[in-house]
């Protein structure tokens, strides 16, 4: 089955900068990927550790890697899957610090305005009170989950990482407001943050990967392009509520 064209657009922007034919310009965005992989997962290793000698070894390691080096001079798609898998990473890294630093601002303005007023009557606000307080909007989540929409949309097994990430990013406040000492902090993780999370993450992720698709749907001679039209389902198929690509079938169209 054929892979989806995001990889295939950064070899392509290679090719664009230095011709079709010389054979440096579909390996020059593995190359541009492969090199600056170094340094995020240099960056990486600081946000984890935050020790300079462990950031240094991380970078150099994959540096030499033999692995590494040669798919950061071929043209194949891993390298590219391996870059925008490993930039969400450090993007939900940045994220993990600027939650913690809001929560250890708010947490005690929160905690004081609880304590000093009565105790609602609804018990949906008598919950409420002990999760802790909101950390807002979460734009470094946001990226992350272009990220890996991108990832999805150079292969398919991309979507391991988005949900693995995904849970790991909740864990990593549920863990936050533990520490803080909210009393609820299990559900409030959920509420605060794992249901924003999921709408950060997974949408902003499915509308990027089906954006990577917009030359297949915007051209005619895209793989199995008119496929639907030439294999017309049965009346009644859930099948049928799929739009029709259409390529030399004329205009898209519903059946």
């Known amino acids: 089955m054929v892979h989806p064209p995001a990889g295939k657009w950064m070899i392509a922007l290679g090719q664009l900068l230095t011709g079709p034919e010389d054979p440096a310009g579909w390996r020059l965005a593995s190359a541009v990927v492969g090199t ?28 030499v890697d033999g692995h590494h080096f040669v798919q950061s001079r071929i043209g194949l798609l891993d390298v590219f899957l391996m870059w925008w898998v490993l930039l969400a990473f450090l993007l939900l890294l940045l994220d993990r610090e600027q939650a913690r630093s809001r ?18 009557r609804s018990p949906w606000r008598r919950w409420a009170r002990w999760w802790g307080p909101s950390l807002g909007m979460r734009w470094w989540r946001v ?28 864990w990593w406040d549920l863990g936050a407001r533990r520490a803080a000492g909210a009393p609820g902090w299990a559900t409030g993780t959920v509420v605060r943050d794992g249901i924003p999370a999921f709408l950060s993450m997974v949408p902003v992720a499915l ?20 496929w639907a039209a030439q294999n017309p389902v049965a009346d009644g198929s859930p099948a049928a509520l799929v739009p029709d690509a259409c390529g030399p079938c004329g205009p898209t169209t519903w059946r």
């Open 36 to 63: 600056l992989s170094i340094l995020v997962l240099g960056r990486v290793a600081w946000h984890l550790w935050h020790n300079a000698l462990l950031s240094v070894a991380a970078a150099a390691l994959l540096a």
């Open 103 to 120: 929560l250890a601002r708010r947490w005690p303005r929160w905690e004081a305005r609880t304590r000093a007023e009565p105790v609602p």
């Open 143 to 170: 990226a992350a989950g272009v990220s890996l929409g991108l990832a999805v949309g150079t292969k398919w097994s991309g979507l391991f990482f988005l949900a693995v990430f995904g849970l790991m990013t909740v």
């Open 207 to 226: 509308v990027t990967y089906v954006a990577t698709w917009a030359g297949w749907f915007a051209t005619e001679g895209g793989w199995k392009r008119g």
